[in-house]
């Protein structure tokens, strides 16, 4: 019962209309006087999707008029305009054809002589006594009659309309057939029982600040919702997930102690490669793909002091302990301009800048490398670029600052380190992290600066660094398998995103 | 880096040792190799060190291996026979390719194994090390064909023709070019020459004609084959004599004796090779341990030294250092501190946390960034991040704009990543044009780099990040995206004014410059109906933006 009451109190206005026009002799409704058809069917779909009405469907023909019918209508169908002609006088069939197109010309005549109305002699056709009679045809009182009612049920049509609808049906255009689906409610037993406990109150639906004022509230019931029922979607604003991600790799960086760096995306090799003692014209030089730049192709050297301290680092290895490359070092290609293809730049400015020591730094930002973009590669990636600074630095304690990142940046539990090689740094390492789905990762590169590199630059201690790309580390975290997602120009996709953890 | 397979059952002999599965990690790690994986007797691997190619077959990586589980100890001793093998030098080839180094091994059993390794060997170093040949090309001949003496000399195309491998009749070396696979594939190496570079014996048969091609005649190795003749043609000597050095190495440690040869430049300018003369370098003992954060005595030092395959003595407070001649990547102390290191064992290594009390902090234009996505999403509006990277088309043409400068990329990968964008607003209009089966209103934002060509900066350009607010619905208008200008700015305790401005991608009347203090800072518009076409969109869009890096000046 309790359940019947909170039905009846759930009821919306049309509803209840709908549910009231159920009499005790009424138990099947197909419409409902003051309201809308459309409003109609939807309040009986929601009265049916609380099991108070039964839905019926049943398939009806309908007659209407077709094309060349609505146009008759408004005259006389051919037959009945050649009977009028006729009345006046006999008329040759050569004057007949001045005022009838072929095909009606021939359909009436045939029509008139098979009933009757004309007789055809000489070339020349007359109306008959019976013909003089006639005024009009069962076809066209037909027609007038779905012109008038729009449309009649196949089911509904009276004997003489029954004739001449078989006939009109013969001829082209004239009436057509439609099938349409119309519904009609029955009342269930749930039904009656929330009828009979309808109550009369006023209910409120919607709450407005109108009734909040009037007080009209105290007096009235408010309509029960359907509180599982689904809603229409919103969306909100979101941060971009891969940014937000970024967010928080800065934010646990600098919670560990780095300070923030930068450098521009544009670079010259100087900076992305002499300052760090990559040979000119050696394979160290192109470990990784570049871009290089058509215009402008060559950008400004740093102090000539600077110049000719990496110069010599190179040619002979200068005061840095080293025996160089043995090469002649050329400034115009150092000037060269490229798209940075790493983030090692940003340290080496960095660390030309002669920090105070012990300092620990890190740069987040764009790369570009040549490759065709697929789903695991991009043409632009964002690189994270750490050193640390210490006159005790040394390559144990290295190992300890990259377990500390996999286990705080990449919820690492398990690490390995193994040989690894780059040009500016040495000793090298690669660290790898055992994730628990996809096995061993390699997290990040790293080493200890080489001499020639950080000497050169003005840093007597040894510099300390590592570089990860946290591309893949961003797509383990929001659960994506294709990397261009991270830079997802699918709208719908961001907006459906979950909330980064 | 070059990935290398090799035989595990080839491997065991080489080591001396049967290997198990479990310890594959730990002994490559010894060559500075990293494991990938094992396809029924073969085992793939990694090397990690470019400057290494004595470690890229398995002979090099079994000698380190040998090494690091102290089977052999210090620099390995390759004895090299003298001989009469002499190989003349035209001066002719100055210009084209002018250094040749050789050597002859002799007795060498050759097996597929042997064969398979000697390729891979060749593949790998004229590859990566011999920059694709240009710095370094390998020749392997079978020695008994050879007529002494050798002439390595320069001919002109038309003059000279012989069969090289693979094909069944003779070719003149301009044919060799353009008909052999090989030689299409490296004629660029010979590019502007009107003389070719070719290796010829005492009874006028062609070795072979470097860097392409191998003859029919000699340049066949088979398992017949019992002794061989090397060369490595290139420009710098240090580069092919190591290349060489590694090459001849590996079929020493299979046996092969090694023979000198006399490579003859000039009347007093003579290389015998192959030189395995060691290198030699000093180190301070007391950086050893400084730098590696070990705590060795100077006998462990010396041990560790030995099995990276290095000799060492120790002379007051400094250690000297000798390295094996197929090694050229030894330039500081650190190169044999790391050395020592891998032989001690990475995986034998504790870290160690350094106790350094310094204190983080963000990038002020960062954190204004964040700060500002943070408040924008405040209006329901989603971030975006697009890429910095399209072409012109894009930033001007489409934005019913003339071309302005921009930094152009030189070898895109496609015409549609040719440049930096210089602002961003092109961008988000793709964004939008790629969006339009989303559900509208669509309001959206980015805080991103460009690139602004820059004749005064150091990189001839300015890296500036810029912020595009931008709505797009039916009624998307300048009146509602300046409301949120004005309390973005205001937001940020900032007094603005929009000056009218002409600017053709927005409506005329409908545009304006964003000056704060005086200093324009941003544009905001509607945008022209024939610009929204052009990115198919057929709603209207309102937009700003702004100058983030100028913004942060004005801000404090």
Request: with cysteine.
């Given at each position: ?262 450098g521009p995306l544009v670079e010259t090799e100087f900076w992305h490669f002499d300052a760090m003692f990559q040979p000119q014209n050696h394979p160290a030089r192109t470990w990784t793909d570049t871009y290089s730049l058509k215009s402008p192709k060559y950008g400004k050297l740093p102090s000539k002091k600077l110049v000719s301290t990496v110069k010599v680092a190179h040619e002979t290895g200068g005061k840095t302990g080293s025996i160089g490359w043995n090469y002649n070092w050329s400034e115009k290609v150092a000037s060269q301009l490229l798209p940075r293809g790493h983030g090692t730049g940003m340290s080496a400015r960095k660390i030309s800048e002669k ?12 790369s570009y ?16 670029d750490?050193f ?33 090689y780059y040009p500016f740094t040495e000793p090298s ?18 080493g200890i600066f080489r001499p020639e590199f950080t000497q050169s630059l003005g840093i007597k201690e040894p510099v300390?660094a590592?570089a ?34 | ?48 060190d470019t400057n290494r190619p ?40 100055k210009k084209i390719r002018p250094r040749?180094a ?26 990566t090390f011999g920059r694709n040949r240009k710095e370094a ?52 190496l ?43 043609t290139g420009f710098d000597d240090q580069t092919i004599h190591t290349a ?35 290198g030699k370098i000093k ?40 390295y094996?001649?197929?090694r050229q990547d030894i330039l500081h102390e650190v190169d044999i501190?790391e ?71 030189a070898n ?45 900066a150091e990189t001839m350009s ?95």
């Amino acid at each position: 019962m309790k359940d019947i009451i909170k039905l009846a109190d759930s009821l919306q206005d049309n509803e209840i209309k709908v549910l009231r026009a159920f009499k005790p002799k009424v138990d099947h409704l197909a419409d409902l006087k003051g309201l809308p058809k459309n409003e109609f069917l939807r309040a009986g779909m929601w009265l049916d999707n609380k099991g108070l009405i039964k839905t019926h469907k049943t398939k009806t023909r309908w007659i209407q008029l077709d094309m060349l019918g609505e146009r008759y209508v408004k005259g006389k169908l051919p037959e009945l305009a050649l009977l009028a002609l006729l009345k006046k006088k006999p008329l040759p069939l050569d004057t007949l054809r001045k005022h009838f197109p072929q095909d009606e010309l021939r359909f009436a005549m045939g029509y008139l002589k098979q009933k009757g109305y004309v007789e055809y002699r000489h070339g020349t056709l007359a109306i008959t006594d019976t013909g003089l009679k006639v005024r009009v045809t069962l076809e066209f009182k037909f027609l007038l009659k779905l012109a008038k009612l729009k449309e009649i049920g196949v089911g509904t049509l009276l004997p003489e309309d029954q004739y001449a609808y078989q006939n009109l049906k013969k001829r082209k255009q004239l009436v057509r057939e439609v099938e349409r689906t119309s519904i009609h409610f029955t009342i269930t037993d749930i039904g009656k029982k929330v009828l009979q406990n309808l109550s009369d109150e006023k209910r409120i639906g919607m709450i407005t600040s109108s009734i909040i004022k009037s007080g009209s509230w105290e007096k009235a019931k408010f309509r029960r919702y359907d509180v599982s029922a689904p809603v229409p979607k919103v969306y909100p604003g979101k941060k971009q997930p891969y940014n937000q991600y970024l967010d928080d790799v800065r934010a646990k960086l600098v919670r560990l102690g780095y300070k923030e760096m930068t450098g521009p995306l544009v670079e010259t090799e100087f900076w992305h490669f002499d300052a760090m003692f990559q040979p000119q014209n050696h394979p160290a030089r192109t470990w990784t793909d570049t871009y290089s730049l058509k215009s402008p192709k060559y950008g400004k050297l740093p102090s000539k002091k600077l110049v000719s301290t990496v110069k010599v680092a190179h040619e002979t290895g200068g005061k840095t302990g080293s025996i160089g490359w043995n090469y002649n070092w050329s400034e115009k290609v150092a000037s060269q301009l490229l798209p940075r293809g790493h983030g090692t730049g940003m340290s080496a400015r960095k660390i030309s800048e002669k920090p105070a020591v012990p300092c620990k730094y890190f740069g987040l930002g764009r790369s570009y490398r040549p490759d065709m973009p697929d789903a695991s590669h991009l043409i632009e990636f964002n690189q994270v670029d750490v050193f640390v600074i210490d006159k005790n630095a040394n390559f144990k304690q290295l190992l300890g600052i990259l377990k500390q990142f996999a286990k705080e940046l990449a919820g690492a539990t398990e690490v390995k380190f193994v040989p690894d090689y780059y040009p500016f740094t040495e000793p090298s390492v690669q660290i790898s992290a055992k994730h628990p789905v996809l096995g061993w990762m390699e997290l990040a590169g790293a080493g200890i600066f080489r001499p020639e590199f950080t000497q050169s630059l003005g840093i007597k201690e040894p510099v300390m660094a590592f570089a990860f790309g946290v591309d893949r580390l961003a797509m383990y975290k929001l659960g994506i398998n294709d990397i261009r997602y991270l830079f997802s120009q699918d709208l719908d996709w961001l907006r459906k995103e979950k909330i980064v953890k | 880096m070059p990935k290398v397979e090799v035989s595990k059952k080839d491997m065991e002999k080489l080591v001396g040792k049967k290997i198990k599965q479990s310890e594959l990690d730990d002994l490559l790690s010894y060559a500075k190799c990293e494991y990938e994986s094992t396809d029924g007797d073969i085992i793939k691997t990694e090397c990690k060190d470019t400057n290494r190619p004595d470690l890229w077959c398995a002979e090099g990586i079994a000698r380190q291996i040998r090494g690091g589980i102290g089977k052999a100890k210090g620099v390995p001793e390759y004895k090299i026979r003298s001989s009469n093998f002499l190989v003349r030098v035209d001066p002719n080839l100055k210009k084209i390719r002018p250094r040749i180094a050789c050597a002859v091994v002799k007795n060498i059993k050759i097996t597929d194994e042997v064969i398979k390794q000697v390729i891979q060997m060749q593949e790998k170093i004229t590859g990566t090390f011999g920059r694709n040949r240009k710095e370094a090309a390998i020749g392997v001949y079978d020695f008994d064909k050879i007529k002494w003496p050798v002439r390595y000399g320069a001919y002109a195309p038309s003059k000279l023709s012989f069969i090289p491998l693979e094909m069944d009749r003779e070719l003149n070396l301009l044919q060799v070019l353009q008909k052999h696979p090989k030689g299409r594939e490296f004629a660029h190496l010979l590019e502007g020459h009107k003389k070719y570079p070719i290796l010829i014996d005492a009874d006028k048969n062609v070795l072979s004609m470097p860097p392409v091609i191998n003859s029919n005649h000699s340049g066949k190795v088979t398992a017949d084959t019992k002794n061989l003749f090397i060369e490595v043609t290139g420009f710098d000597d240090q580069t092919i004599h190591t290349a060489l050095n590694a090459v001849v190495a590996s079929l020493a440690d299979r046996g092969g004796n090694l023979h000198a040869v006399k490579v003859k430049y000039g009347l007093r300018d003579n290389v015998v090779c192959p030189n395995f003369k060691s290198g030699k370098i000093k180190v301070a003992i007391a950086n050893v341990n400084q730098l590696s954060g070990l705590n060795l005595t100077r006998q462990q030092i010396l041990e560790n030294l030995k099995k990276a395959r290095l000799n060492a003595s120790i002379s007051g407070n400094t250690l000297l250092v000798e390295y094996p001649a197929y090694r050229q990547d030894i330039l500081h102390e650190v190169d044999i501190i790391e050395d020592l290191l891998v032989a001690y064992g990475y995986h034998n290594l504790e870290s160690e946390d350094p106790e350094i009390a310094v204190i983080g902090g963000e990038l002020e234009l960062e954190v204004l960034s964040r700060r500002i996505r943070e408040f924008l999403v405040g209006f329901g509006a989603q971030g975006v991040i697009t890429y910095t990277l399209t072409n012109k088309d894009k930033l001007f043409n489409r934005m019913n704009i003339k071309n302005q400068k921009c930094i152009e990329i030189a070898n895109p990968v496609s015409q549609n990543w040719s440049v930096l964008r210089n602002w961003l607003t092109p961008s988000i209009m793709e964004f939008l044009g790629n969006n339009t089966n989303s559900e509208y209103p669509q309001m959206i934002f980015e805080a991103g780099d460009v690139v602004v060509p820059n004749s005064k900066a150091e990189t001839m350009s300015d890296t500036v990040r810029k912020l595009v607010f931008a709505k797009a619905h039916q009624r998307a208008n300048f009146t509602e995206i300046k409301q949120i200008l004005k309390t973005l700015l205001n937001g940020l305790e900032l007094e603005f004014e929009v000056d009218e401005l002409d600017h053709d991608s927005f409506i005329p009347g409908r545009v304006g410059l964003i000056k704060v203090s005086n200093k324009i800072v941003g544009i905001i518009g509607e945008l022209h109906p024939s610009v929204l076409k052009r990115w198919r969109l057929e709603n209207p869009v309102a937009l700003f933006e702004l100058n983030l890096t100028e913004l942060l000046k004005l801000v404090v």
